[in-house]
Each structure stands twice: as structure tokens, then as C-alpha cells.
């Protein structure tokens, strides 16, 4: 998640009020609760907000906007939580869902980018991952296009509550599919091509 100083202001709170929302959501879902876990890295600088915990655990944070956008850095920072998080699974035997990352930015990234983006193509290519790009205004959208196979998405203003809404749907829908299966999604109002069906 995106919180440098463009993120002031409204578009600070609307994503507060989101991952609020979000949280309540999952939490009215027994099965989602137990088996759907998240993890959120901010940057502006680069922290880990939340180490993944189960959506039962999951307390949304209070963000407030900061700096610069190290987009770059912070791609790699998720890639190397979700890179350990499966190693501890595959340590305990456990099997475990395709993981989802959201890329939610208002600008352009600070930092050099370009290694991040071809590490997102790798893990897409080898169906390790979903990356999903999210944009609001201010986004650099031709960036967003590079860094990721699947479309970028532009909110409507401020959607974020639209936007946590349809992924709490989908991680609900997620949670009572078997491991390895198809799904296909609650499409959101736009369906830019790759959002549609997770394989």
C-alpha cells in the first residue's frame, strides 16, 4: 500500500476506512476467517505493517501518509513474505492457496522498479502468485502496465471501500474452493483482462 504524502488528506482515510470494512467483512465469514491470511507492507518508506496473521487475527492499522514511494523495494519486500510464508508450509506438509498481492498506489515510484516488475512477470509465469495493480488519481498507469501482466485498474475516485468490498467477496469465495481449483470472480463494475478468473 501506497502511503506517501500524496496519500494525505481524504484519499488517507478513505483506505483506513477500506481496510476497516475489509477486516469486518472477513471477520462475519467463518471459513474466510480460519483460512484466508494477510499481511500488508506499506511504503513510503518500506514496513511491514502486518506479518501475516489469519483474517480472524487480522486488525486493520492505522496508516498515515509519510514519504517517497518505493514501489520497487517494497514489490520485493512482499515477494520475500510470501517466499517464507510458503516455506513454512512447505516445512509442516500444509497446502496452501495461490497467493493474492494488491498494489494499491495514487503516484510513481521513487526507486528503480524494473527488477521488481520482472520478478512479479516470473512468479505470475510460474502461477506463484496473482499481482494486482490498483491505481488511483495520480497513479502512473503506463508503470502499473510494466509491472504486471494482468491489467491495472483505475478506482473511481476514492472506491476503496468498493475495492475491499469485492476482495473480501472473492477471498470468501477463495476460502470454500478446493486447493489448486479455478475460481471465478465477483467482476467489479470495470473487468480489465486477467481480474476476471484466478487459475
Given at each position: 500500500?501506497?502511503?506517501?504524502?500524496?496519500m494525505a488528506g481524504q484519499p488517507i482515510s478513505q483506505l483506513n476506512a477500506g481496510l476497516k470494512q475489509f477486516q469486518e467483512e472477513?471477520?462475519?465469514?467463518?471459513?474466510?476467517?480460519?483460512?484466508v491470511e494477510l499481511a500488508i507492507v506499506t511504503f513510503g518508506p518500506v514496513r511491514v505493517e502486518q506479518d501475516f496473521v489469519s483474517a480472524d487475527m487480522f486488525q486493520a492499522?492505522?496508516?498515515?501518509?509519510?514519504?517517497?514511494?518505493?514501489m520497487g523495494e517494497a514489490i520485493h519486500e512482499a515477494l520475500e513474505l510470501i517466499k517464507l510464508r510458503k516455506?513454512?508450509?512447505q516445512a509442516n506438509g500444509i497446502a496452501y492457496y495461490r497467493p493474492w498481492v494488491f498494489?494499491?498506489?495514487?503516484?510513481?515510484?521513487?526507486?528503480?522498479w524494473s527488477s521488481a516488475a520482472k520478478a512479479v512477470h516470473q512468479a505470475e509465469r510460474a502461477k506463484s502468485l496473482a499481482f494486482f495493480p490498483v491505481g488511483v488519481d495520480g497513479a502512473d498507469f503506463e508503470i502499473l502496465r510494466q509491472v504486471s501482466p494482468r491489467t491495472p485498474i483505475k478506482l473511481r475516485g476514492l472506491a476503496f471501500r468498493e475495492?475491499?468490498?469485492w476482495l473480501s467477496n472473492s477471498l470468501s469465495g477463495v476460502s470454500k474452493?478446493?486447493?489448486?481449483?479455478?475460481?471465478?470472480?465477483p467482476a467489479p463494475d470495470t473487468t480489465p483482462k486477467g481480474w476476471a478468473v484466478i487459475e
Open positions: 500500500l501506497d502511503v506517501s504524502g500524496s472477513l471477520a462475519r465469514d467463518a471459513l474466510a476467517s480460519k483460512r492499522p492505522q496508516l498515515a501518509p509519510e514519504a517517497d514511494t518505493p516455506l513454512q508450509y498494489l494499491i498506489t495514487d503516484g510513481a515510484p521513487t526507486d528503480s475495492l475491499f468490498q474452493s478446493k486447493v489448486g481449483e479455478a475460481l471465478n470472480l
